[in-house]
């Protein structure tokens, strides 16, 4: 046979001693069973590699501290990927919506440009092939679905044959409410330009932005979504990396790399609202001084993230 075998608990201890050191299986087994094999195991490569930093093969201690931290890590930031995501989307629909006067503006080509005004000739092709192909017929599929799927969405019944509003298409604020963040985070980026800077002219502090904002603002948003779906799919997020933040003009060494956990936390700070900004800081801070995984040390933060992250200008 060509594929891999189904393991026991027994064997499934025994192959983490690839990784830690442990004589008694009871704690391992315990935590296998629970997050299963493949995840744990992810830990332990993980610690593994770490190895020159610690001066030694990693304990199931530390195993478990780093997985601790994870989880607590993770819910953290998953509060405030909900938060920024409910707040950029209320700034993507009153933002264009009451500047065009059309509450179902996602619905009509019009108001997109296909190629995201690339220069280069292949990106422009592949923007416009994904465009046609497949984001826009998907959106109309999804506020399709909302219509129709009765059982999945029956707080919806007006729109339905029968409903109040059956001849009309969903409008944004009802519809977005629904959709996955990657589909807004499309939306946004298709846009045309006007309709982006009044996104952000919206819900954020200037009276205008430039175009590299709202470039850069694309990354932003995409660096939320996969931390996001990080968060929400319970996989590991200490020593992650992910897509490219692009930072603002004169911000650049604000951050260490544009791939890691704090460039996430750079995104957030320039998407969420400033209470809520500042509050991840304190929240942050309270957790990594009760943990008893040294995130220093690992690098999972800049020693100076909280004065990096000071500097962070809001948008």
Same mark, same amino acid.
């Given at each position: ?7 026991? #608990? ?115 092709? +592949? ?13 109309? +599929? ?18 339905? =044959? ?14 977005? +409410? ?12 298709? #846009?045309?330009?006007? #309709? ?11 009276? =205008? ?68 900004? =500042? ?37």
């Amino acid at each position: 046979m060509n594929h891999d075998q189904p393991i026991d #608990l027994n064997k499934q201890a025994e192959l983490m001693k690839k990784y830690v050191v442990f004589e008694r299986k009871t704690r391992i087994k315990k935590l296998l069973i629970y997050t299963g094999y493949f995840r744990l195991s992810r830990y332990g490569k993980y610690l593994l590699s770490q190895s020159n930093i610690i001066k030694a093969k990693p304990n199931q201690d530390l195993l478990f501290e780093a997985y601790d931290f994870d989880v607590k890590l993770r819910k953290l930031f998953f509060d405030y990927v909900k938060k920024a995501e409910i707040q950029f989307k209320s700034h993507l629909v009153n933002g264009v919506s009451l500047k065009i006067n059309d509450a179902v503006f996602y619905l009509d080509r019009q108001y997109y440009t296909p190629s995201k005004g690339e220069n280069d000739k292949k990106k422009k092709e +592949s923007n416009r092939n994904f465009f046609n192909n497949n984001f826009f017929n998907n959106l109309k +599929s999804q506020e399709k679905e909302l219509r129709q799927n009765e059982n999945k969405y029956p707080e919806l019944k007006e729109y339905r =044959n029968g409903g109040s509003r059956s001849r009309k298409k969903i409008p944004c604020w009802a519809a977005f +409410s629904y959709f996955e963040f990657g589909t807004i985070t499309n939306i946004y980026s298709f #846009l045309k330009g006007d #309709l982006r800077k009044s996104v952000l002219i919206y819900g954020y502090s200037k009276n =205008n932005y430039g175009k590299e904002v709202t470039k850069h603002a694309d990354t932003w948003l995409d660096a939320i979504r996969s931390l996001r779906n990080v968060c929400a799919h319970h996989n590991k997020l200490i020593g992650k990396t992910s897509s490219i933040v692009l930072p603002e003009f004169g911000e650049a060494n604000i951050l260490v790399t544009n791939t890691d956990l704090f460039s996430r936390m750079y995104a957030l700070k320039k998407i969420l609202n400033e209470s809520d900004a =500042n509050q991840l800081k304190l929240d942050l801070d309270k957790l990594i001084k009760r943990a008893k995984f040294d995130v220093y040390l690992f690098d999972i933060l800049p020693p100076d993230w909280q004065n990096r992250y000071n500097r962070i200008n809001k948008l």
